[in-house]
Every structure is written in structure tokens, then in C-alpha cells.
């Protein structure tokens, strides 16, 4: 998510700092924006011009220091973990300038907890990004407790700017797109648990019987199950409704490490590339 933000970024015109302590991570995500940008040459959807100043664009860090005292605008994209944001927010509040906007991308973690550990609540606000970032239209803007209205159509408006639609939500776990999303993601997991139906049947139905174009366990490896399984949590945390407690079998492919795409074997086998994925065989067998 994070090399995808700063991708889209970049090609419009800004200059992005990409901060990760993994030197690695860093190199990784070099690697998936140049290509991105070469296959978006290659598609004819930019130039070759475009694309050599988005990396020029691009500068990388290991380190918060030195990244983002002159930010206008940090938008923090690390794993769906609330201790870790915490963290992370508490540093950029006393790193970032006193006109910052710290916006984070998390998917469910409530906007008002994330605020309350920094010094400017008013000015830290949710960014939402659709994965893949640099193809996926939509922004939930999320408003916690205290973000000012300011703030709020400052990200509007900079989501505009970068080709985004942007949707106000307000601050409640899930926002809008997870609350229905992983409900209904959790049922097909059901669904699939209970017996009622096969991997790809379940998917095929969804696909042609909704136009999805997705089915709802294909997208779960997209997305990671144990992103899945987190955002979950945070619902019935939050509600405290039985609808919303992960399926037994979700909670035993995260144990096992089955996540999705992400480790190549999650509903379906992706070793032989994602494009030929076939039903894993844990599943079936």
C-alpha cells in the first residue's frame, strides 16, 4: 500500500519521501514502482518522461529524521497493527511541523484512538487508500473526533488533485467499505467451512450471480487474511455483535500462515503465479 500511495504521489507532480527501517522493504518497493511505471510506458497510459520524473521524485529513508520536518502532508501505510500505529504517530507528532496534516491508511483502526497520542488531533485524519493504489479510484476520508473541518476538505482536496474520489465517513470501526466488506467476506469463509459449497463455486457465484469482479475468497488472498482476521477484530471489538467474530477457519490459515498471495497459498495456490492460481490443496484434500 505504501509504494502504491507514493507512486500516485509522485506521478502528480509531488516530491515523496518513502520512510521504512528495512533497507530491504525500501529496495522492494523501488523495484515495484519502476516496474508499475514501465508497464503503464509500455500500455501507453503515460510517457517515459512522466515516468523518469516520478522516480526522480521518489527519495528513500530508513529513518523518520530528516523525512518528514518539512512535510505538509504524512500519510502513514504500516500493517494493521494498533500498537505499531501508536508508535509511529506519536513519533511523527513530534517530528512533523506544527502545520502538518498526519493522516493515516489504516482500514479499520478507529481515527479518535490514533489521535488522542499525538499533540494536534485536530490535524490527524484517515486516508483510506483502495488496493492497488495506483488503479483503484476511491478515498474514505475518515474524521475522527476532533479533525477540523479544515483539515478534512484539505485531504478532499488533495485527493482530487491526485485523480482520487474521495468519500467523507465518519469515525466508527470499519468506517463504511470494511464494515459490509468483511462481513461478507466472513460468510463465504463460512460458507465455505460449513460445506455448503467449493472455493471456486462460492467465487464463481459471486462473480456472475453479483458482477463482482472478485470473488469475495479471491479477494481475501488479495487482500491478506490476516489483514482479513485484524479488521475483523477491530469490528467486534468495537460492536461487540457475534456477526462480526471471525470464522474458525479464517483464525486457523492465519495460525498456519496461509495468508493469501502474500505467501503464495491462502484459498488458492498461487506457486506457479498468481495469474494460474488453482484451489489450494489444504482445502480440498
Wanted: hydrophobic fraction near 45%; charge should be negative.
Amino acid at each position: 500500500m505504501g509504494n502504491g500511495i507514493a507512486h500516485v504521489f509522485a506521478m502528480n507532480g509531488y516530491v515523496v519521501n518513502i520512510v521504512d527501517v528495512n533497507q530491504g522493504a525500501l529496495d522492494a518497493a523501488k523495484e515495484t514502482i519502476s516496474n508499475n511505471l514501465a508497464r503503464m510506458v509500455k500500455k501507453e497510459k503515460i510517457s517515459s518522461e512522466l515516468q523518469d520524473s516520478t522516480m526522480q521524485r521518489l527519495k528513500w529513508h530508513t529513518s523518520m529524521k530528516g523525512s518528514v520536518e518539512e512535510a505538509d502532508l504524512i500519510v502513514e501505510a504500516a500493517t494493521e497493527n494498533v500498537d505499531l500505529k501508536l508508535s509511529i504517530f506519536k513519533q511523527m507528532s513530534q517530528m512533523a511541523n506544527d502545520d502538518a496534516i498526519l493522516a493515516t491508511n489504516t482500514s479499520s483502526i478507529s481515527i479518535t484512538k490514533i489521535a488522542s497520542v499525538t499533540d494536534r488531533p485536530d490535524r490527524v485524519v484517515g486516508m483510506h487508500f483502495m488496493n492497488p493504489v495506483p488503479i483503484m479510484k476511491l478515498v474514505e476520508v475518515i474524521r475522527g473526533y476532533s479533525t477540523s473541518d479544515e483539515v478534512a476538505q484539505a485531504v478532499v482536496s488533495l485527493s482530487e488533485d491526485i485523480g482520487k474520489v474521495p468519500v467523507l465517513a465518519n469515525d466508527y470501526p470499519g468506517f463504511v467499505a470494511n464494515r459490509i466488506l468483511m462481513p461478507m467476506i466472513n460468510e463465504a469463509i463460512y460458507t465455505l467451512h460449513e460445506g455448503v459449497a467449493g472455493v471456486e463455486e462460492i467465487d464463481t457465484i459471486m462473480k456472475l450471480g453479483m458482477a463482482h469482479p472478485m470473488g469475495p475468497l479471491q479477494l481475501a488472498d488479495f487482500i491478506g487474511l490476516d489483514v482479513c482476521l485484524s479488521i475483523l477484530e477491530v469490528l467486534y471489538d468495537g460492536f461487540k455483535l457475534d456477526k462480526y467474530a471471525a470464522c474458525p477457519l479464517l483464525v486457523n490459515m492465519v495460525e498456519a500462515n496461509k495468508l493469501g498471495r502474500k505467501t503464495k497459498e491462502g484459498f488458492y495456490d498461487y506457486s506457479e503465479g498468481g495469474k494460474n492460481a488453482k484451489v489450494s490443496a489444504m482445502l480440498v484434500k
